[in-house]
């Protein structure tokens, strides 16, 4: 069989790296950290930084074709691979996802709204910004966040109540978002092959707490009609992308049933875990797929659920839930249970 390269070795490499394993691809991944999850899984580590040259070309050498787990692996490292093997979901993805303004100006372009934005260079831009927005909105870096981190909240803030913030937060180019006030958050993974089939899961109603993400719902308590027109904007993503790939869309639901898109993510997502306990075929198998040029498989759902991660020691939790005959749990074999970081998952099937 053939061997597809992954780019990062944390959970969602190894998940990646087991769908493929069950599908007979071997897998080689490259990431610096040697003692990674997904080391533990993938038939071959190349321990190297994700921009290392050699290393790169050595990935190209070993792979027929190429992915990734997560975002912000670096554009010149995906176009330096797409000049010798195939790399899904392709580098213009990576280019839009990477920078929060890119990526709404991208999202807006095609007609697909989001949150009010402007983009932040300087502690009196963000005075003139919060001013436009009433005093209310989310101040964000514009690249390299995740889990919440590099945020911070203003409710009502005075015209000068923002002063330095934008030093305070290491003078590096920001955004400002308007505060919405959803009524809830949902996302929806979707997939594109490379025949340009497309096929989407049902979309998960999830909660965030202190920035991460605690759980994901399915079905979401939403109509009908949002969920088309949640469907229907990831599938208009896939298209304008020339996506191959699995796809995380999030979306903020408004007390009106009307959607803006939060942010996108080129690769599987953490509010997909659930998909391996309640769909036949999971989002990892469906990127393995996509990516390796076979037919998708069905996005279809046989159980509602409730999928939880187990953040810092609330792996502990991991004995009792296995006692539960309805919980399907997932450890990534992470040594250290840091606070805040992603040790396991569980899904919880509701029927
Ligand atoms: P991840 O990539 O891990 O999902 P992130 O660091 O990119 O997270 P966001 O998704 O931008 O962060 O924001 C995290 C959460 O903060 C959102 O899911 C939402 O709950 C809240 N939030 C973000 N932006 C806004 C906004 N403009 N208005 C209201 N709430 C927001
Ligand atoms: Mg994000
Ligand atoms: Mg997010």
Redesign the pocket.
């Known amino acids: 069989g053939s061997t597809i390269g992954i780019i990062g070795g944390g959970q969602l490499g190894r998940m990646l790296a087991m769908a493929a394993a069950r599908l007979g691809y071997r897998t080689v991944i490259l990431e610096p950290q040697a003692d990674c999850p997904a080391s533990q899984v993938a038939n071959s580590q190349i321990v190297a930084a994700y921009d290392d040259s050699a290393a790169l070309a050595e990935l190209a050498r070993a792979s027929a074709v190429v992915t990734y787990e997560f975002e912000n692996v670096p554009v010149s490292a995906a176009e330096f691979l797409a000049r010798s093997v195939p790399v899904f979901p392709p580098a213009r993805a990576l280019e839009v996802s990477q920078d929060?303004v890119v990526e709404k100006s991208f999202l807006n372009g095609i007609g697909i709204p989001t949150?009010d934005f402007r983009a932040i260079d300087s502690d009196e831009d963000l005075g003139a910004a919060l001013d436009a927005f009433g005093g209310a909105?989310?101040l964000?870096t514009r690249r390299m966040?995740?889990?919440?981190?590099?945020?911070r909240l203003f409710r009502n803030a005075a015209p000068d109540g923002a002063n330095g913030s934008y030093t305070a937060m290491g003078s590096v180019p920001l955004i400002l978002?308007?505060?919405?006030?959803?009524d809830r958050?949902i996302s929806v993974i979707a997939a594109r092959g490379r025949d340009g089939a497309l096929s989407a899961y049902d979309p998960a109603e999830?909660v965030?707490s202190s920035?991460?993400?605690h759980s994901s719902t399915v079905p979401a308590t939403i109509s009908p009609q949002t969920a088309r027109s949640a469907t229907e904007a990831a599938f208009a993503i896939l298209e304008a992308l020339d996506y191959v790939g699995v796809i995380g869309v999030?979306f903020?639901v408004l007390p009106n049933g009307s959607l803006l898109v939060?942010?996108i993510?080129p690769r599987v997502h953490?509010s997909g875990h659930w998909t391996e306990a309640a769909c036949a075929n999971s989002q990892f198998e469906q990127h393995i797929r996509a990516i390796a040029g076979l037919p998708l498989g069905s996005a279809a759902r046989h159980s509602d659920c409730v999928m939880e991660n187990l953040i810092g020691d609330e792996v502990e939790r991991a004995e009792s839930l296995l006692a539960e005959p309805e919980v399907v749990l997932h450890l990534y074999g992470k040594a250290e249970a840091r606070p805040g970081r992603k040790m396991g998952h569980f899904t919880r099937l509701m029927r």
Not at 145 to 151: A, F, N, R, T, V
Not at 177 to 182: G, K, Q, R
């Open positions: 929060r949150a909105g989310v964000k966040g995740y889990d919440g981190k590099g945020q978002e308007a505060f919405v006030s959803f958050e999830n965030h920035g991460i993400l999030e903020f939060n942010e993510a953490n």
